[in-house]
């Protein structure tokens, strides 16, 4: 039986957004209409968040109000702060964030309503509690004590500080920074979509997250930054070119590689490269870089693809000192930004989602009794 030409929804629009757009064949990505490339290196991922979440970007009086709500909106009520430590112990880092949001909503002030400003304010907290919930987790896990948050401190240099326990130098922080920038929405991917879905039953945006979070923990999505670390990790240094070829061979897919909208160089992916090199560079050992490079040259040799946001991704989260698997819960700090004002413009002009299916299974079969089948 031939695919439905629209199987994986390819090509379908399900809803109209003014949040960020993307030109596959010119390979241009844009958050409310600024260009990515202008973006990333000169706004800090908190002016992004506003931008996504309010609408335009802030002026210094509105950022330094937006900070203040973040730092507030920090703590992880009751709920949530009495659970960490038992879910710490049992679930993978994804599988925690998913149960973690969950119970915060439970304690967030604003839970029983959907209202413009309580979502407003429910994306704030959302955006402020997610590094922290990653952090604790792992300190949690691992029986280590948190540094402090310096009060002046962005979202940024904050992580960076709790995650590896050290204070990251000035280019780390903008490094790091400019990662969120750069994963902070992305129009119709597969968790955004998730969390529309959820929304659109007029469901509230803890839940829509919750539904965004197993979304991203796919390899096939999210979830791929964490398997090119692993699949760099497996790999002969010498022996890249060769490995590659045998896992195609194979008909394995190469993580870290295609996209469903570009179909040229994903603009992000030019900012990662850069970013990796520079930090491979400075580490005194470019190995995971130089094999990213000849892997690179290899799937387009061999199969014509180009390296989607993850790819780089992978060697900047590790030279930044970021335990490989909390590649992709680092993903949903920055995610948070796009999934969280996605909720806010769904709810305000909302209408149900839900597409039609193909029937492909049997018709008219006679029904028997349990004891004659
Ligand atoms: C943040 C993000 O979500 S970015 C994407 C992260 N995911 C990955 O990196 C996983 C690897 N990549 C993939 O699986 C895909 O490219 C996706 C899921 C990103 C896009 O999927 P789709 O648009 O559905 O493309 P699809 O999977 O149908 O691939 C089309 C063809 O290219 C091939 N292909 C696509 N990606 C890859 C890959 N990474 N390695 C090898 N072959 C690939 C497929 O095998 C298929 O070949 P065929 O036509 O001979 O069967
Ligand atoms: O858009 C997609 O399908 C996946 C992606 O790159 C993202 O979510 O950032």
Same mark, same amino acid.
């Given at each position: 039986?031939?695919?439905?030409?629209?199987? &994986?929804?390819? /090509?379908?629009?399900?809803? *109209?957004? +003014?949040?960020?757009?993307?030109?596959? #064949? =010119?390979? %241009? @990505?844009?958050?409310?209409?600024?260009?990515?490339?202008?973006?990333?290196?000169?706004?800090?991922?908190?002016?992004?968040?506003?931008?996504?979440?309010?609408?335009?970007?802030?002026?210094?009086?509105?950022?330094?109000?937006?900070?203040?709500?973040?730092?507030?909106?920090?703590?992880?009520?009751?709920?949530?702060?009495?659970?960490?430590?038992?879910?710490?112990?049992?679930?993978?880092?994804?599988?925690?964030?998913?149960?973690?949001?969950?119970?915060? &909503?439970?304690? /967030?002030?604003?839970?029983? *309503?959907? +209202?413009?400003?309580?979502?407003?304010? #429910? =994306?704030? %907290? @959302?955006?402020?509690?997610?590094?922290?919930?990653?952090?604790?987790?792992?300190?949690?896990?691992?029986?280590?004590?948190?540094?402090?948050?310096?009060?002046?401190?962005?979202?940024?240099?904050?992580?960076?500080?709790?995650?590896?326990?050290?204070?990251?130098?000035?280019?780390?922080?903008?490094?790091?920074?400019?990662?969120?920038?750069?994963?902070?929405?992305?129009?119709?991917?597969?968790?955004?979509?998730?969390?529309?879905?959820?929304?659109?039953?007029?469901?509230?945006?803890?839940?829509?997250?919750?539904? +965004?979070?197993?979304?991203?923990?796919?390899?096939?999505?999210?979830?791929?930054?964490?398997?090119?670390?692993?699949?760099?990790?497996?790999?002969?240094?010498?022996?890249?070119?060769?490995?590659?070829?045998?896992?195609?061979?194979?008909?394995?897919?190469?993580?870290?590689?295609?996209?469903?909208?570009?179909?040229?160089?994903?603009?992000?992916?030019?900012?990662?490269?850069?970013?990796?090199?520079?930090?491979?560079?400075?580490?005194?050992?470019?190995?995971?870089?130089?094999?990213?490079?000849?892997?690179?040259?290899?799937?387009?040799?061999?199969?014509?693809?180009?390296?989607?946001?993850?790819?780089?991704?992978?060697?900047?989260?590790?030279?930044?000192?970021?335990?490989?698997?909390?590649?992709?819960?680092?993903?949903?700090?920055?995610?948070?930004?796009?999934?969280?004002?996605?909720?806010?413009?769904?709810?305000?002009?909302?209408?149900?989602?839900?597409?039609?299916?193909?029937?492909?299974?049997?018709?008219?079969?006679?029904?028997?009794?349990?004891?004659?089948?």
């Amino acid at each position: 039986m031939a695919d439905n030409p629209t199987k &994986g929804l390819a /090509d379908v629009v399900a809803a *109209s957004t +003014a949040l960020s757009d993307i030109d596959g #064949k =010119a390979g %241009r @990505l844009s958050y409310r209409g600024y260009d990515i490339h202008d973006l990333a290196g000169r706004t800090s991922f908190e002016e992004i968040a506003y931008l996504l979440q309010r609408g335009a970007l802030p002026n210094r009086a509105q950022l330094d109000a937006y900070t203040a709500e973040l730092a507030e909106g920090r703590s992880l009520g009751p709920l949530a702060e009495a659970c960490l430590g038992a879910i710490a112990e049992r679930q993978e880092p994804m599988e925690a964030l998913r149960s973690l949001v969950s119970l915060t &909503g439970a304690d /967030d002030p604003d839970k029983n *309503s959907n +209202a413009p400003e309580a979502n407003l304010r #429910k =994306a704030a %907290r @959302l955006t402020a509690q997610q590094p922290i919930l990653v952090a604790r987790y792992h300190a949690a896990r691992t029986g280590a004590t948190l540094p402090e948050i310096d009060p002046e401190a962005g979202i940024a240099e904050a992580f960076l500080h709790q995650i590896t326990g050290r204070r990251p130098s000035q280019r780390e922080i903008e490094i790091f920074d400019t990662c969120l920038v750069l994963h902070a929405d992305h129009t119709m991917n597969a968790s955004t979509f998730a969390a529309r879905v959820c929304a659109a039953t007029l469901s509230d945006m803890h839940s829509a997250i919750v539904a +965004a979070l197993g979304t991203l923990k796919g390899p096939l999505h999210g979830g791929a930054n964490e398997q090119v670390m692993r699949t760099l990790e497996a790999m002969d240094p010498r022996g890249v070119a060769r490995a590659v070829r045998e896992k195609l061979a194979r008909g394995e897919k190469i993580m870290g590689f295609g996209h469903r909208v570009y179909k040229t160089e994903d603009p992000r992916a030019t900012h990662l490269r850069r970013m990796s090199q520079e930090l491979a560079e400075a580490s005194g050992d470019d190995t995971y870089f130089r094999m990213s490079r000849e892997m690179e040259e290899v799937v387009f040799a061999e199969k014509g693809l180009y390296p989607n946001v993850d790819f780089y991704a992978a060697t900047v989260y590790h030279y930044l000192g970021i335990p490989t698997d909390l590649f992709t819960p680092v993903f949903s700090i920055s995610r948070m930004a796009g999934w969280t004002a996605h909720v806010i413009e769904q709810h305000a002009d909302n209408r149900l989602i839900r597409p039609d299916s193909e029937y492909v299974g049997e018709r008219d079969k006679k029904w028997l009794p349990i004891d004659e089948r």
